[in-house]
């Protein structure tokens, strides 16, 4: 079971972190995964209550670090803001104001 939305802050990415048996330093928390080709790859999220995306149209979103964890185990191959579009989207959230959400992206799956 995914760990509860009723966590906050550090407790829930800790719970995260065991969840998923993902890696962490000091600074980062590191995501492990097999690209296309069979190579092993990582990403790495910096350890921050909330993580910027910057959307091609000048708009902004500040995600929780829960969440950018989440899209990034679900969809470590893709950008950071297609995996969280991808996640959204998938969970039933609305969508119809998500940034970069047109509808050539909405049909195509991508976003800015």
């Known amino acids: 079971m995914i760990p509860s939305e009723k966590l906050t802050g550090m407790e829930e990415i800790e719970e995260l972190i065991?969840?998923?048996?993902?890696?962490?330093?000091?600074?980062?928390?590191i995501v492990p995964f097999t690209d296309r080709d069979g190579?092993?790859?990582r990403r790495f999220i910096l350890k921050r209550?909330?993580?910027?995306?910057?959307?091609?149209?000048g708009?902004?979103?500040d995600y929780p670090l829960g969440?950018?964890?989440k899209a990034t185990v679900q969809h470590p191959a893709i950008p950071l803001?297609?995996?969280?579009?991808l996640m959204y989207k998938e969970s039933g959230a609305d969508m119809s104001g998500y940034p970069g959400n047109n509808?050539?992206?909405?049909?195509?799956?991508?976003i800015g």
């Open 18 to 29: 065991s969840y998923y048996g993902i890696e962490e330093d000091p600074e980062y928390i």
């Open 39 to 41: 190579k092993m790859k």
């Open 49 to 57: 209550k909330f993580i910027r995306v910057v959307y091609e149209e």
């Open 59 to 61: 708009q902004f979103v």
């Open 67 to 69: 969440d950018v964890i």
């Open 81 to 85: 803001s297609e995996a969280l579009y």
């Open 103 to 110: 509808d050539e992206n909405a049909q195509e799956g991508k």
